[in-house]
């Protein structure tokens, strides 16, 4: 069975730093990949998706993750984070017709 | 489109007693899940159905525990009798079985249950 690691639990960035979370899962065939945000009391949400093609994938609100299928990872990217950007995020992967598998998740806070 | 809803959205109950936690899918999604939320081990899909029978329920955690789908527009998950390990936000999440790769899922806003 497919697994899912993030190796940050919680991140803490300034205002205008870059973020990188981590994310690696374990599956040997096709996959598809996705990072959901879920904001302070809210249901998650889906950020941004991969499932074929172009690895370097553009979601909403200036993120971006690539799929890097010799390390098995895919890592979500945002060049200069923001204060409403602080939320729970999670990578999630889908092998063949299984359910979506996530990861903990990593928190984001991010200070003025 | 009211996307996934979920009732109710916090629910406090004794232990002992029996819960019910319900949701409507997105019409004409044949696919339903239930995920479980954890500080300790995040989100845990408990069961899911395609096309209102269920597939998977492996995580389910014990027999307490029981979900149902009479129909594509609703499914219930109970617990009886429930515990104080069973405080958790429980998620609902529908896709279209064709759109799960493409599309992820949809979730719910979630019922937060607090048993004391």
Same mark, same amino acid.
């Given at each position: 069975?497919? %697994?899912?690691? *993030?190796?940050?639990?919680? $991140?803490?960035?300034? +205002?205008?730093?870059?973020? +990188?979370?981590?994310?690696?899962?374990?599956?040997?065939?096709? $996959?598809?990949?996705?990072?959901?945000? *879920?904001?302070?009391?809210?249901?998650?949400?889906?950020? !941004?998706?991969?499932?074929?093609g172009d690895p370097l994938v553009?979601? /909403?609100?200036?993120?971006?993750?690539?799929?890097?299928?010799?390390?098995? %990872?895919?890592?979500?990217?945002?060049?200069? $984070?923001?204060? %409403?950007?602080?939320?729970?995020?999670?990578?999630?992967?889908?092998?063949?017709?299984? &359910?979506?598998?996530?990861?903990?998740?990593?928190?984001?806070?991010? /200070?003025? | 489109?009211?996307?996934?809803?979920?009732?109710?959205?916090?629910?406090?109950? +004794? #232990?002992?007693?029996?819960?019910?936690?319900?949701?409507?899918? /997105?019409?004409?999604?044949?696919?339903?899940?239930?995920?479980? *939320?954890?500080? #300790?081990?995040?989100? +845990?899909? !408990? /069961?899911?159905?395609?096309?209102?029978?269920?597939?998977?329920?492996?995580?389910? &955690?014990?027999?307490?525990?029981?979900?149902?789908? &009479?129909?594509?527009?609703?499914?219930?998950?109970?617990?009886?009798?429930?515990?104080?390990?069973?405080?958790?936000?429980?998620?609902?999440?529908?896709? %279209?079985?064709?759109?799960?790769?493409?599309?992820?899922?949809?979730?719910?806003?979630?019922?937060?249950?607090?048993?004391?």
């Amino acid at each position: 069975a497919q %697994s899912v690691s *993030q190796h940050n639990h919680h $991140v803490i960035l300034s +205002e205008a730093a870059s973020l +990188e979370l981590g994310c690696n899962y374990s599956y040997g065939g096709t $996959v598809n990949l996705f990072w959901y945000v *879920q904001y302070p009391g809210q249901h998650l949400q889906l950020l !941004l998706k991969y499932f074929s093609g172009d690895p370097l994938v553009k979601g /909403i609100k200036g993120f971006e993750a690539e799929f890097i299928k010799s390390k098995f %990872s895919f890592n979500l990217r945002k060049p200069s $984070v923001q204060w %409403s950007d602080t939320a729970e995020y999670f990578c999630a992967v889908r092998a063949g017709n299984t &359910p979506l598998v996530f990861g903990k998740g990593t928190r984001l806070s991010v /200070i003025a | 489109d009211a996307g996934v809803i979920q009732s109710p959205r916090h629910e406090v109950t +004794e #232990m002992g007693q029996e819960v019910t936690l319900r949701c409507k899918p /997105i019409s004409g999604h044949n696919s339903l899940f239930w995920y479980r *939320q954890t500080m #300790m081990r995040g989100l +845990e899909l !408990l /069961i899911y159905f395609n096309n209102n029978v269920p597939i998977d329920d492996s995580g389910m &955690p014990e027999d307490r525990f029981s979900a149902k789908m &009479p129909n594509a527009s609703f499914s219930t998950l109970k617990i009886q009798p429930s515990e104080p390990r069973d405080s958790a936000v429980y998620f609902c999440a529908s896709s %279209s079985i064709r759109g799960q790769g493409n599309y992820g899922y949809t979730f719910g806003s979630g019922t937060r249950l607090t048993v004391v």
